[in-house]
């Protein structure tokens, strides 16, 4: 019975029934390579690849992408799922909030800014160490 | 821009804007303001992988070939590891240059690669992040970072390997693979066996590419006579992209987590002139390499731990490729 399964580089995958069946009907469907794998023949590898095989990657995420959100890309299986993300026509994630829009109106953004909240009592403010704050850090 | 702005209007950190968003000085926002300036930007293009035309039934065979490996060896996720060498330049960004429109002649900083040095992480099947090597290019441990660089003592405890390339020899690429397996291959399939009381003459399956020197018949012989127990499994050539789990779903979160680091240390740097009053033009970022050779332990030691996550590892080798096989 010829049927289909879908497979992956995950050891459950290599590991399932289906795998295992596919083996099993592989003197059949593969002969060439059923007799390659059983005379313990590495596989053929006639192409060089170059030393730093991830040169071909694509993606160049600017400095400002927190490390989590490429992260819950990856998880995400390359879907944005985050406020504020979104991706550039290379495929590198970047911020799209109204924030980094540089040519917006200067006048019109400072009345739409919400200023930051008043902390402390009365008037008095909080203010962090410049150096060491992380407001523009989300590692 | 980002510590100019920290020290002169740290505010616009905090506004919130009508859609909730916070300015970053993002790159994004970094690169409109910079052609206001006049500036044109130039990137170095990398051409994409070309797939074979029967990609398909290689990444099959493939498939295939470990699954058999692993069936017939009774190879346990544990026992299953990718390494792959990854290049990192100190000055990060050094694909990407500006100048002014118009301007004929582009340099390129930081390209040079006595300016980069060399990272390899392994992981294993179920879930696990290896310690990495690093490759650093000189002849002698000098050329690594020092004893005192912040996070050293910490990274050698985690079983990093800091080694210098001494040059671009065949037999100097040969030692530096040999002293991976000696020095953190090996050693943690032992561990792993021990954990699951598994006999030491159990075989481990390790997934490599097909750089010259892992394929060449000084390696492999090698492999065979002093780990016989380790099995080789070659990604096959030209499908990295979609075959070798590190380069789908980890080498991109390694490669930002450093950018960041890297990122973080010159803020910092420049905070620390911009706090002390002395004359913004006199001011230069110290890209000594010894200064950024010692900054880099810093940076590895962080992406080894923002990679070392279980799900993430685990992930990678889902999102490698969806075949259909017909069994």
């Known amino acids: ?139 | 821009m980002v510590a100019f702005v920290k020290h002169d209007a740290p505010e616009l950190f905090e506004q919130t804007f009508p859609d909730g968003s916070h300015f970053r000085c993002s790159e994004t926002f970094v690169r409109k303001y910079l052609r206001t300036l006049g500036w044109s930007e130039r990137c170095s293009t990398r051409p994409a992988q070309k797939l074979p035309s029967n990609y398909e039934q290689i990444l099959s065979d493939s498939f295939l070939r470990q699954s058999c490996i692993i069936r017939d060896h009774a190879i346990p996720a544990e026992l299953r590891v990718n390494s792959d060498q990854t290049q990192t330049v100190y000055q990060m960004g050094g694909k990407r240059t500006w100048n002014k429109a118009g301007e004929k002649q582009v340099t390129t900083m930081g390209m040079d690669e006595k300016r980069a040095f060399t990272l390899v992480p392994s992981i294993s099947a179920s879930g696990e992040l290896l310690p990495m090597q690093a490759i650093f290019y000189g002849q002698t441990t000098a050329s690594c970072p020092s004893k005192g660089a912040q996070c050293y003592t910490e990274a050698v405890d985690e079983g990093f390997q800091f080694e210098p390339l001494k040059s671009h020899t065949y037999w100097s690429t040969q030692a530096t693979m040999r002293s991976l397996v000696i020095d953190i291959i090996a050693p943690y399939f032992n561990k792993k066996k021990e954990e699951l009381n598994l006999p030491a003459s159990q075989c481990s399956l390790w997934m490599i590419d097909c750089w010259s020197v892992h394929k060449s018949e000084e390696f492999r012989g090698w492999m065979k006579e002093k780990h016989a127990n380790i099995i080789i499994s070659f990604v096959p050539a030209n499908l990295t992209g979609l075959a070798q789990p590190l380069d789908v779903g980890i080498q991109r979160v390694l490669k930002q987590s450093m950018k960041r680091s890297a990122h973080k240390d010159i803020v910092d740097e420049t905070m620390a002139h911009l706090d002390s009053n002395i004359s913004a033009s006199a001011f230069k970022l110290d890209t000594t390499l010894g200064t950024l050779r010692d900054r880099s332990v810093g940076w590895i030691l962080s992406a080894y731990h923002d990679i070392s996550k279980t799900e993430l590892i685990l992930k990678a080798s889902i999102v490698t490729y969806c075949l259909h096989i017909h069994t």
Request: proline residues 4%; aromatic residues 6%.
């Open chain 1, 1 to 139: 019975m010829c049927r289909t399964g879908d497979f992956n580089l995950s050891h459950a995958s290599l590991t399932s029934v289906a795998a295992l069946s596919a083996l099993r009907t592989l003197p059949t469907t593969n002969p060439t390579l059923y007799q390659e794998i059983t005379s313990g023949k590495t596989n053929e590898i006639i192409d060089d690849e170059p030393v730093f095989s991830d040169e071909f990657e694509v993606n160049n995420d600017g400095s400002d992408i927190p490390v989590d959100v490429i992260r819950s890309v990856i998880m995400s299986d390359g879907s944005i799922g985050i406020e504020g993300f979104g991706t550039d026509e290379s495929g590198n994630i970047i911020r799209t909030g109204a924030a980094e829009e540089f040519e917006s109106n200067a006048e019109e953004d400072e009345e739409n800014v919400i200023p930051p909240a008043v902390l402390g009592r009365g008037r008095r403010s909080k203010t962090e160490s410049k150096r060491y704050g992380t407001d523009w850090e989300e590692h």
